[in-house]
């Protein structure tokens, strides 16, 4: 991408062509001397120092020069400055090097390795190797002979204007079976090479030369190099516009593998109908209990004889029990077991997948007037550090896996204790008070009638006092037993909406669970690369080529 943009900010960007030998670094070497020398001059010295050292295995750099010269200072590549009129006239520069015939990450990873060959160099101190790449505009894929053919990488038709694969051979029947096939060439290196040494011998053999340099193949790949170096009408290079062509095309081929990469992992994560159904038998079979339980263990606290100590005619001495009563009924006998075995169905739930991975709430912030300055002194401490704090709900909340019907049961017997038992109590006091009140205001109008007027009888007046009694006890039995039934019918319904909640938010949990995860962050850089591509895509159709 870098070599692409350097030459759209460029007006004649350098072309860079890579020639990789699966064979070694000989056969690349007397190709790139065969097409840059010039067969009208004797033999320079560039090209006896481009063949002469085999035992050098660095990558070769050629670049124009004026004069021949070598920059030997690079550990890794070696760059020769050459007089070629090739070079200079398409302003190229062509990378020599060695491609292992094992290698095998060209043919997997494609054209995007083919244009970014690597070169290996090893660490002084760990002695692992790593790669340095060197991007190139062009690859020409040298192979010797026709053994080891299946370790030429695979190039599509579409492809052969940016990548050439050489055969170096001489068989005809194979130069007529490949005319037709745009990336593949098969050459005769030697024929070319004996082609240039009888024309340097004598001008008079140049028929001679001209017939032997287009049976070996060699002008076919001159001109592929040279294709595309030229911008037209000033417009940008049409090897440039292969090149980033190329990256687009590779680059959604990558996102392409990388989204069914991303739908088999899903798949395989989702999980499978009959365990589903198994878990869901599970949670109907819980429900059927859960709601046996709650008729059942409240059937007997409800004719049990701590909620016998409190009916109307005993409040006069258990009414402060009331509350206690209540309370403990609540957690005793509402949904105690149906709460426990929850607790092993979403144990159920969460072993089998279906929840992924639990999710924690964040961190509280501090609050920024809390903070302390560098180089202060800190706060002189108070009670309440002094003092143990209890844990509330929402703490120990803070610390447990978001499943909410973990917590359904325990919030809905809170909220009972916390807003009906303290009504009840205070109601159950109020009708004690008012009843001793009633009681007492009738009996101290009796008293009054009987000693004011002489001629009330004791009878008369006690009368006035029993009536008060009467009305006023039966006040107390109705209104404290309507409440207690009203309580107990409560407590009933509010279990059973409890019990229908935790089982809809459970079987949700597994119909919705299980269907794999989807990374969204990468999702969404895909989407983010996808449109980048389109862009890039649609600036190229609108300049001209």
């Known amino acids: 991408m870098r070599l692409a943009l350097r030459g759209l900010e460029s007006e004649n960007a350098v072309t860079r062509i890579a020639v990789l030998g699966l064979n070694g670094h000989n056969g690349p070497r007397r190709l790139a001397r065969a097409l840059?020398?010039?067969?009208?001059?004797?033999e320079l010295p560039w090209e006896k120092q481009l063949t002469a050292d085999e035992k050098d295995e660095r990558a070769i750099l050629l670049?124009?020069?004026?004069?021949?010269?070598?920059?030997?200072?690079?550990?890794?590549?070696?760059?020769?400055?050459?007089?070629?009129?090739?070079?200079?006239?398409?302003?190229?520069?062509?990378?020599?090097?060695?491609?292992?015939?094992?290698?095998?990450?060209?043919?997997?990873a494609g054209a995007a390795n083919l244009l970014v060959p690597g070169l290996e160099t090893q660490s002084s101190t760990s002695g692992r190797l790593s790669t340095v790449t060197f991007p190139v505009h062009k690859t020409v894929i040298y192979q010797e002979g026709l053994r080891d053919?299946?370790?030429?990488?695979?190039?599509?038709?579409?492809?052969?204007?940016?990548?050439?694969?050489?055969?170096?051979?001489s068989w005809s029947n194979l130069q007529q079976q490949s005319q037709n096939i745009q990336s593949v060439s098969p050459i005769n290196l030697a024929l070319g090479e004996a082609a240039i040494d009888i024309f340097r011998q004598s001008l008079k053999r140049s028929v001679e030369y001209e017939h032997l340099w287009f049976d070996a193949g060699l002008p076919g790949i001159t001109s592929w190099i040279s294709d595309g170096t030229e911008s037209q009408n000033g417009g940008i290079k049409p090897v440039i516009r292969r090149l980033l062509q190329t990256i687009c095309n590779n680059t959604n081929k990558a996102i392409a593998q990388e989204d069914e990469s991303s739908a088999q992992r899903q798949k395989a994560s989702t999980m499978s109908v009959a365990t589903k159904n198994i878990i869901e038998q599970g949670i109907s079979i819980w429900a059927e209990n859960a709601h046996s339980e709650l008729r059942d263990r409240l059937d007997s606290a409800f004719h049990s004889q701590s909620w016998?100590?409190?009916?109307?005619w005993k409040l006069f001495w258990r009414v402060d029990d009331v509350g206690y009563i209540a309370s403990d009924i609540?957690?005793?006998?509402?949904?105690?077991?149906?709460?426990?075995?929850?607790?092993?169905?979403?144990?159920?739930?969460?072993?089998?997948?279906?929840?992924?991975?639990?999710?924690?709430?964040?961190?509280?912030?501090?609050?920024?007037?809390?903070?302390?300055?560098?180089?202060?002194?800190?706060?002189?401490?108070?009670?309440?550090?002094?003092?143990?704090?209890?844990?509330?709900y929402d703490v120990v909340e803070d610390q447990v896996f978001q499943h909410p019907w973990l917590q359904n049961i325990y919030r809905a017997r809170s909220a009972l204790s916390q807003f009906t038992v303290p009504p009840l109590q205070s109601l159950s006091q109020s009708l004690l008070l008012q009843t001793i009140s009633t009681n007492a205001l009738t009996s101290s109008l009796s008293a009054l009638l009987y000693v004011s007027i002489s001629t009330t009888s004791p009878y008369e007046a006690g009368a006035i006092a029993a009536?008060?009694?009467?009305?006023?006890?039966?006040?107390?039995?109705?209104?404290?037993?309507?409440?207690?039934?009203?309580?107990e019918a409560q407590i009933r319904e509010d279990g059973k909406v409890v019990?229908?909640?935790?089982?809809?938010?459970?079987?949700?949990?597994?119909?919705?669970?299980?269907?794999?995860?989807?990374?969204?962050?990468?999702?969404?850089?895909?989407?983010?690369?996808?449109?980048?591509?389109?862009?890039?895509?649609?600036?190229?159709?609108?300049?001209?080529?």
């Open 308 to 312: 016998r100590r409190i009916t109307w």
């Open 63 to 108: 670049r124009y020069g004026e004069q021949a010269d070598v920059d030997d200072r690079h550990p890794l590549v070696k760059t020769l400055y050459i007089p070629s009129t090739t070079l200079q006239t398409h302003n190229l520069e062509i990378l020599i090097q060695a491609s292992s015939a094992a290698d095998q990450s060209y043919g997997e």
């Open 330 to 392: 609540l957690q005793k006998a509402w949904l105690v077991e149906a709460e426990k075995e929850m607790i092993w169905v979403s144990g159920r739930i969460h072993q089998s997948g279906l929840l992924g991975p639990p999710k924690l709430r964040p961190t509280a912030v501090l609050d920024p007037d809390d903070e302390q300055t560098f180089g202060g002194h800190p706060p002189a401490p108070s009670i309440a550090d002094l003092v143990g704090k209890s844990s509330s």
């Open 36 to 42: 840059l020398a010039d067969p009208l001059s004797s």
């Open 149 to 169: 053919l299946n370790n030429i990488p695979k190039i599509n038709v579409q492809a052969g204007r940016i990548f050439k694969v050489i055969i170096d051979w």
């Open 467 to 487: 009536v008060g009694l009467v009305w006023s006890l039966r006040r107390l039995q109705a209104r404290w037993e309507n409440a207690r039934s009203t309580w």
């Open 499 to 545: 019990l229908r909640n935790v089982e809809e938010v459970a079987r949700e949990a597994v119909r919705e669970g299980g269907m794999g995860e989807v990374d969204e962050l990468d999702r969404e850089a895909r989407r983010v690369a996808r449109e980048a591509i389109a862009r890039v895509e649609r600036a190229l159709e609108e300049i001209s080529p």
